[in-house]
């Protein structure tokens, strides 16, 4: 009988903070798809919609929050977001709004943008080259992850706006993955082969897994966040045995035992690299928990309250309440996908 995953990852050296990304990767239920495949000759524009509206025109499952990705084959692209944020991305860069934000992708003008639900629906690019200019084009794939309960999943909500990343650069093992995993779903799109869908749908997992992995080795180690928290061994073990038992009856006292520190120093540790305080990230993590309960389980309201640490509802709801900024049956009225 074959070995399993989970006895083959308990068999490893991994640190935990491997284990923290996967399983909160596991929790967003990524999938992927591809949109466009063209070559574009400036001057030219395209609007982005955002995520809600994205995944109207996509018909994807209510809750699902759409990142549009883009990856630069040939020239370059500038992108700008609603909020006004810009970047360039060139040959063999990929850029992911993982924010959802609508943005403009253009070369030359940006202005007036063509939409892309009109794309989409005509199926025509207007901006097609001729073939004696499109070696002069941008040639761009287009894309998307559908990702699953974003909302306060602390890996989510760590990644920027606009992640870009290189294909080229091989600094790191992730890096390289993430180079041969876009090489094999552009060869996967030119010669498809049998299980053609279902091959492109499990490359783009991976491409999603991979960028992310690829900008957590790459962030400055002096960054405040769960991202630079992960990658702190005396950190990460502690918020592994948060995630691991969110019913025990945590405190500092108890966390830093995990630490191996005094109280005030692991709560000033702590501090310092998360950007808040333990007990709040406790509070955090197990309001995450809770919303995915409500979403996807049948229990009730006092066995979820128990299950993430709350020995009465009351305690339970008024924690939910300020942190979800809903109450928990409001909650699972307007998410529940049952």
Request: net charge negative.
């Amino acid at each position: 009988m074959a070995n399993s995953t989970e006895f083959i990852a308990d068999s490893t050296d991994l640190g935990r903070e491997y284990d923290l990304i996967g399983a909160l990767l596991r929790d967003m239920q990524v999938s992927g798809g591809l949109l466009l495949n063209e070559c574009y000759l400036a001057p030219w524009a395209i609007s982005i919609p955002n995520h809600q509206a994205l995944a109207g025109s996509l018909g994807s499952n209510h809750g699902t929050h759409v990142a549009a990705f883009h990856l630069v084959q040939r020239g370059s692209i500038e992108i700008m977001l609603e909020s006004g944020e810009r970047d360039t991305a060139y040959e063999d860069e990929i850029v992911i709004c993982y924010s959802g934000q609508g943005h403009t992708l253009y070369q030359g003008s940006s202005t007036p943008a063509y939409p892309f639900e009109k794309i989409m629906q005509d199926r025509q690019n207007i901006f097609k080259p001729t073939k004696e200019k499109e070696a002069q084009s941008t040639s761009l794939l287009c894309g998307v992850f559908q990702l699953q309960d974003i909302m306060r999943n602390p890996l989510f909500e760590a990644l920027p706006s606009i992640l870009k990343l290189s294909t080229t650069r091989r600094g790191s093992y992730s890096q390289s993955a993430t180079k041969n995993i876009m090489e094999l779903l552009l060869s996967e799109i030119t010669q498809p082969s049998y299980s053609h869908e279902y091959i492109v749908e499990r490359y783009l997992e991976l491409l999603c897994a991979k960028s992310i992995c690829s900008y957590i080795e790459a962030i400055d180690d002096d960054e405040a966040g769960w991202l630079h928290a992960i990658k702190d061994p005396m950190v990460a073990r502690v918020i592994s045995a948060i995630h691991s038992e969110p019913d025990s009856r945590w405190s500092v006292t108890a966390m830093a035992e995990i630490g191996s520190l005094s109280p005030s120093r692991f709560a000033a540790r702590f501090t310092q690299i998360m950007g808040m305080s333990p007990m709040v990230y406790v509070t955090q993590w197990r309001m995450y928990l809770a919303s995915k309960l409500l979403k996807h389980s049948q229990s009730n309201i006092e066995k979820i309250a128990l299950t993430t640490g709350y020995e009465n509802v009351a305690a339970f709801s008024r924690a939910f309440k300020r942190t979800m900024g809903v109450s928990p049956g409001a909650w699972r009225t307007n998410h529940c996908a049952l």
